[in-house]
C-alpha cells in the first residue's frame, strides 16, 4: 500500500476515506485503524454483544487487537485497533465466480449473525472482503451499526449491485461480465444487468425482484423523499426474509468451469511425464533455495506449479487470464483448505489498473507488488509472439514484478509454439535461446539454467540485478 | 415509515421501497414456514441445523 496522503506524522491509506466511522492509516510499515468517537457506542456493542468474537472465532471477521492510543487524528479519535494483516489484496474484477459467489455468502451470513446480535451491516462492499487463509473476510471492522426494528437495509443496494448482478450476469449471460466490476467501481448498476440479463430470468423469483424490479422501482423513485411516504415499517423478520431471499438466489446461481481455452491445458501440452516431474522437482528446490515469502505464479493455470512452490509455506498468488482455470485452482484449494494459495484472475498484457477517486482506491497490479519470487512457466511465448512484447521489454517488466525469477524458456521448435506461428508470419528473429539470455542479463543474474528432460525447454533461476 | 440516524451510504429510494415490497411477499413466506415447522414439532419432526453452522457455500 504505498498510495497514501500524508497525515499528521502517519499516512492515511487513500482508499479509506468514505466512512465517517473512521480510516486505515498505516506507521512505521504497521497497518492500523483509528475508530472514531462517532462510532464509539457502535464499536463497544460489536465487541460486548459477543458479536466480534464469533465472527472472528467463524473465521469471517479479521481480528484485531487494540493498541496505545496513538492517533493519526487526535480530535476524534476513540481507539486505535491493529488489524491481522491480510497477506495479498484482491479485487472483485480479480475473482472467479465461486470466489465472488462464496464472498457474497460470507457477507450474508456475516449479516444474519450480526442481526442475532442486535446489529446490522450498514455497508455489503466487496472490497470489504478479502481472502485470508483461504477464506472470504470481512476486513472492514466498522461495517456494523446498531439493528433498529423497522428501517430497511442500509446496504440492499449495494449487496445487489457488488454480488447478486454480476454473479447472474456471469451465471446465465456470460463469464467475462464478471469485469464490468473494473469500469463501475460501486457494483453493477442494476438497469445494466437487467437489460443484459436473459429474460427468462423474469420467472425466478429472486432475480425478477432484487434486480428486475429493483431497477425499475430505482428508476420511478428516483431521488424522492421516502422518508415520509406511508406508515409501512420493515420487521425483524421481513429484514431475515430478505437476507433469505438474497442466499437463496445466489445459491442457485451456477457456473460449470469446464470448456473454456485452458480447462484441460494439461491435457494438450507436449510434455512427457518425465519433464512434467523434471520441471515440478526443479521448481521446488529453486522455491526452497530462495525462501521466498510472497510468489507470484504468472499465468498459472490451474495451480500445478503454484501448489509444488506453497508447499514450503511462501504465500502463493495465482494468476491465469483463463476464468475455467481459476474457478477449478479455487475449487481445489477450497477442498484442500489451503491456507497459503490465491488463485485470481489476470491479463498480463493488461493488468489490473488504479482505480476509483483519484486513481487511488485500488491498487494496481504492479503497485501490489514486487513479489519475492515470480514464477513464469510455460508463459513466455504467450508474450513473446502471440502478444509481439520484445524480449527486452518482458524483461524489464518481469525486473520490476519480482526480485526473483524462474522462467522457462520454450524455444521456436517447440510445437505449442509453432501451432502459435501457424497463422501468423514469423516476425521473431530474436526469439531463440541467445537472444532471451542477453536480453534478461541485462536486468538479471542467471543464477541457473537447466535443460528439462525429454523436452527442448530450458528452466532459469535469476535474480534481479 | 420513520428512518431514524442518516445513513453514510445513500441506500437509494427506489431500493427502499422494493424491499417493502419484497417483505410484504417474504414476510409471509417466513410466517407460513415458522408456523409449518411448529405443526411439525407436535410431530416430533426436527429443524434442520441452524445456518450459522453451515459453511458458507457448498
Known amino acids: ?465 | 415509515m420513520h428512518f431514524a440516524p442518516l445513513p453514510y451510504l445513500d441506500p437509494g429510494s427506489g431500493s427502499f421501497l422494493i424491499q417493502l415490497l419484497i417483505a410484504a411477499l417474504l414476510g409471509i413466506g417466513v410466517a407460513v414456514r415458522a408456523s409449518w415447522s411448529r405443526i411439525k414439532g407436535w410431530f416430533g419432526i426436527k429443524p434442520k441445523t441452524d445456518e450459522d453452522d453451515d459453511e458458507t457455500s457448498k
Open chain 1, 1 to 465: 500500500m504505498r498510495m497514501t496522503t500524508k497525515q499528521a506524522n502517519s499516512e492515511q491509506l487513500a482508499a479509506s476515506f468514505r466512512d465517517p466511522s473512521g480510516f486505515l492509516f498505516s506507521r512505521d510499515g504497521v497497518l492500523y485503524r483509528q475508530v472514531n468517537r462517532a462510532y464509539e457506542q457502535e464499536y463497544r456493542r460489536l465487541i460486548e454483544s459477543g458479536l466480534y468474537e464469533k465472527l472472528v472465532k467463524a473465521g469471517l471477521l479479521i481480528p484485531h487487537t487494540e493498541v496505545d492510543p496513538f492517533p493519526a487524528r487526535g480530535d476524534e479519535a476513540f481507539r486505535v485497533i491493529r488489524p491481522e494483516r491480510v497477506p495479498f489484496i484482491s479485487y472483485p474484477y480479480e475473482w472467479s465466480f465461486g470466489q465472488l459467489k462464496d464472498a457474497a455468502l460470507a457477507t450474508l451470513s456475516i449479516q444474519r449473525r450480526a442481526l442475532k446480535a442486535g446489529m446490522s451491516l450498514k455497508d455489503a462492499s466487496a472490497y470489504n472482503i478479502q481472502f485470508v487463509l483461504g477464506k472470504p473476510t470481512l476486513i472492514d471492522t466498522l461495517s456494523f451499526e446498531s439493528y433498529r426494528e423497522g428501517q430497511p437495509w442500509v446496504a440492499y443496494r449495494q449487496f445487489c449491485q457488488h454480488f447478486l448482478a454480476p454473479l447472474a450476469l456471469m451465471a446465465l449471460r456470460d463469464i467475462r461480465l464478471n469485469q464490468l466490476l473494473r469500469v463501475y467501481i460501486d457494483g453493477v448498476p442494476l438497469d445494466l444487468a437487467s437489460e443484459l440479463l436473459p429474460w427468462s430470468t423474469r420467472f425466478n423469483f429472486g432475480l425478477l425482484t432484487h434486480i428486475h424490479l429493483h431497477a425499475k422501482a430505482q428508476k420511478k423513485y428516483a431521488g424522492q423523499d421516502v422518508k415520509s411516504r406511508g406508515s409501512a415499517t420493515f420487521s425483524k423478520q421481513a429484514m431475515t426474509g430478505l437476507i433469505d431471499s438474497l442466499d437463496a438466489a445466489i445459491r442457485k446461481l451456477n457456473q460449470d468451469p469446464g470448456g473454456t481455452e485452458w480447462g484441460n491445458y494439461y491435457d494438450i501440452t507436449n510434455y512427457s511425464d518425465a519433464a512434467f516431474e523434471h520441471k515440478k522437482q526443479l521448481v521446488g528446490a529453486w522455491v526452497k533455495q530462495v525462501n521466498p515469502g510472497l510468489i507470484w505464479d504468472l499465468g498459472a493455470n490451474t495451480g500445478v506449479f503454484s501448489r509444488v512452490a506453497s508447499s514450503s509455506g511462501s504465500f502463493v498468488v495465482s494468476f491465469d487470464i483463463d476464468p475455467a482455470a481459476v474457478e477449478q485452482n479455487y475449487r481445489q484449494a477450497k477442498k484442500e483448505k489451503s491456507e497459503n494459495l490465491l488463485p485470481l484472475l489476470l491479463d498480463l498484457t493488461n493488468p489490473s489498473p488504479s482505480l476509483g477517486w483519484a486513481n487511488r482506491e485500488r491498487d494496481s497490479f504492479a503497485l501490489r507488488g514486487p513479489a519475492d519470487l515470480v514464477l513464469a512457466l510455460a508463459l513466455i511465448h504467450h508474450l513473446a509472439i502471440s502478444n509481439n512484447v520484445p524480449l527486452p521489454q518482458l524483461s524489464g517488466f518481469l525486473a520490476e514484478t519480482g526480485k526473483w525469477l524462474v522462467i522457462e524458456f520454450v524455444p521456436k521448435s517447440d510445437s505449442q509454439v509453432q501451432r502459435l506461428l501457424a497463422s501468423r508470419e514469423d516476425i521473431f528473429p530474436d526469439y531463440t535461446r541467445e537472444g532471451f539470455e542477453a536480453a534478461f542479463s541485462r536486468r538479471f543474474r542467471i543464477d541457473s539454467a537447466v535443460n528439462v528432460h525429454e523436452s527442448e525447454r530450458v528452466l532459469y533461476l535469476m535474480e534481479g540485478k
